[in-house]
T-cell receptor, first 113, second 113 residues
Framework: NAGVTQTPKFRVLKTGQSMTLLCAQD?????MYWYRQDPGMGLRLIHYSVGEGTTAKGEVPDGYNVSRLKKQNFLLGLESAAPSQTSVYFC????????????FGPGTRLTVL | AQSVTQPDIHITVSEGASLELRCNYS??????LFWYVQSPGQGLQLLLKYFSGDTLVQGIKGFEAEFKRSQSSFNLRKPSVHWSDAAEYFCAVGVDGYNKLIFGAGTRLAVHP
C-alpha cells in the first residue's frame, strides 16, 4: 500500500514550456486535490476532483488544468509555465466523507526559469 | 471569507520544554479543524482533528489541541518537546462540506538540545 505517490519529485522548466504532474493513490479514494506550497503562505488549493471524470476549481486555479480520467490518478498540467509557478506541489486524497483524513503525497518541487 | 492565522512564524524551544502553537480561524459555520506536521522534504502528516464533541483532542506523537469557540482558536500543545518534533506545523479549517482545507501559513519549530 503505497498511499499517495507523485511523479516527478523534481523538475526544472523554462518559461513557456509545458509539463504534467502525476498523482496516484491506491486507497480507492473518491476525492483528490492539488495544492501548491509557497513560503509564508501555507498550502493553497489549485483544483480538486470529487470523482472520476469530474474536476473543480480551488483557490488558485489560473494557469493550471487537471484531469481525472481514472479514479486512482489525478493529473495537473501547466500549459505554458511561468516563474510565478515555481513552487512545491502536493497532491492529496480522501474518501469524500467529511470526517475523513486527507492523505498527502511527498510533493514535487518545480522551478520555472 | 474563511481564513486561518498562525501568528508565530518561527518558534524555538529547548528539548523537554512545553510547547503551544497558536491557531485562529475565521469561518461562519461549525468548523472542522486540523493540525498537520511537515518534516523537511516530506509531505504533510495529520496530527489530530476536531469535528465535534470533546473540545480537547488527543493526537499522535503526544500532541493535543483545544478548541475554543469563543476565541475562534485551536491551539496545539505538547507537554515535553523532543528533538524529533522539529518541523513545520500547519493548522487548517475544513470548509464547503469539510473536504476543502484552508491552511494557515505555518509555524516552523526548532528544538534546541
Amino acid at each position: 500500500n503505497a498511499g499517495v505517490t507523485q511523479t516527478p519529485k523534481f523538475r526544472v522548466l523554462k518559461t513557456g514550456q509545458s509539463m504534467t504532474l502525476l498523482c496516484a493513490q491506491d486507497m480507492n479514494h473518491e476525492y483528490m486535490y492539488w495544492y501548491r506550497q509557497d513560503p509564508g503562505m501555507g498550502l493553497r488549493l489549485i483544483h480538486y476532483s470529487v470523482g472520476e471524470g469530474t474536476t473543480a476549481k480551488g483557490e488558485v486555479p489560473d494557469g493550471y488544468n487537471v484531469s481525472r480520467l481514472k479514479k486512482q490518478n489525478f493529473l495537473l498540467g501547466l500549459e505554458s509555465a511561468a516563474p510565478s509557478q515555481t513552487s512545491v506541489y502536493f497532491c492529496a486524497s480522501d474518501s469524500g466523507r467529511g470526517t475523513d483524513t486527507q492523505y498527502f503525497g511527498p510533493g514535487t518541487r518545480l522551478t520555472v526559469l | 471569507a474563511q481564513s486561518v492565522t498562525q501568528p508565530d512564524i518561527h518558534i524555538t524551544v529547548s528539548e523537554g520544554a512545553s510547547l503551544e502553537l497558536r491557531c485562529n480561524y475565521s469561518y461562519g459555520a461549525t468548523p472542522y479543524l486540523f493540525w498537520y506536521v511537515q518534516s523537511p522534504g516530506q509531505g504533510l502528516q495529520l496530527l489530530l482533528k476536531y469535528f465535534s464533541g470533546d473540545t480537547l483532542v488527543q493526537g499522535i506523537k503526544g500532541f493535543e489541541a483545544e478548541f475554543k469557540r469563543s476565541q475562534s482558536s485551536f491551539n496545539l500543545r505538547k507537554p515535553s518537546v523532543h528533538w524529533s518534533d522539529a518541523a513545520e506545523y500547519f493548522c487548517a479549517v475544513g470548509v464547503d462540506g469539510y473536504n476543502k482545507l484552508i491552511f494557515g501559513a505555518g509555524t516552523r519549530l526548532a528544538v534546541h538540545p
